[in-house]
Every structure is written in structure tokens, then in C-alpha cells.
């Protein structure tokens, strides 16, 4: 994507569906929270281990039945940096409902990062880059008109720990 001055920012969209369990407030999904967690790999990442950690969440206040768009973003110097592009291998979602973590499925781990030791790596070192990575509503893209994003709880809720 690019911003306001022609710089290109990186972008990961997640879709989220809810089901509904009935009706009224049964039809709705409170505090829905994606984590997003990315890994580069290469030489080039000034890293002991070579590979560049970033992540970040979003947490919505309320999602109704059907489906949403969490959407993510790395700044153009580490789109450069990185040579980011098109879509990643090493990558890991997140996810819970009303604070109960989701059982991760394989749907949600990118090739990348199956093994074992590429996990240790992810949880030993994903906390190097914490806060490059945008959530949308903290990006140059919120409110850009495009398809409508759900309504965030702000930074200190939905920040990971």
C-alpha cells in the first residue's frame, strides 16, 4: 500500500468470520483479538539468527456474525530493509474471544513456521521489534475509505504482552 507521499507500506490483512449462536446479543462477538506475528529470513537482517521478528494485535470491542478484516502494517524503511513482498511463509496468528485463547490450527501458521524450532525462535525472539508493526487504526491507512475496519479497543488494550 501507499501512503499520502507515494512511500510503500507492507500489508497483512487477517479475516476473521464469527458464527452466530442465535439472536440479539448472541449474534455478536466480544473482544476479538488477532495477534499477528511475522518472521523475515535472510543474511541481511542484523541478526545473530538471521531472521527479523515483528508483531503486533488488534483487539475488537465487538464483532457481529459474518466476517471482519484485521489489517496489519510495516513501514516503508522495513519493507526496504527487508525487501518485503507479496506473501510471507513465516507467519503465525493469534487469536481469542472474550479473553479464551483460540486453539491455533494450521490454517493460521504459515509453512515457515510449523517446526518446532522455528516456534522457540518466534517466542524467544518476537518481542525484538514489538511496536513496528502497526495495527491498522495506528497507521497512515485509518479511515483511508477503504473497506470499513471494526472499531478497535485503543494501544494499551489490545498491545501483546
Request: glycine share 12%; hydrophobic share 40%.
Amino acid at each position: 500500500m501507499r501512503d499520502t507521499a507515494g512511500e510503500v507500506w507492507w500489508q497483512a490483512e487477517v479475516n476473521v468470520r464469527v458464527k452466530a449462536s442465535g439472536s440479539g446479543r448472541f449474534q455478536f462477538a466480544d473482544r476479538v483479538r488477532v495477534g499477528f506475528n511475522l518472521a523475515t529470513e535472510g543474511a541481511e537482517t542484523g541478526t545473530e539468527t538471521g531472521w527479523e521478528f515483528y508483531r503486533t494485535a488488534a483487539m475488537a470491542v465487538t464483532l457481529e456474525a459474518g466476517r471482519a478484516a484485521f489489517r496489519f502494517y510495516l513501514p516503508p524503511g522495513v519493507v526496504q530493509r527487508d525487501r518485503l513482498q507479496g506473501p510471507m511463509r513465516f507467519l503465525v496468528v493469534d487469536l481469542s474471544v472474550g479473553g479464551a485463547q483460540v486453539p491455533v490450527d494450521r490454517r493460521r501458521v504459515g509453512p515457515g513456521l510449523t517446526g518446532p524450532e522455528a516456534r522457540a525462535k518466534l517466542n524467544r525472539e518476537g518481542t525484538r521489534n514489538d511496536g513496528v508493526m502497526r495495527p491498522e487504526y495506528l497507521s497512515p491507512f485509518a479511515n483511508s475509505g477503504t473497506e470499513a475496519a471494526p472499531v478497535m479497543l485503543r494501544a494499551a488494550a489490545s498491545e501483546p504482552r
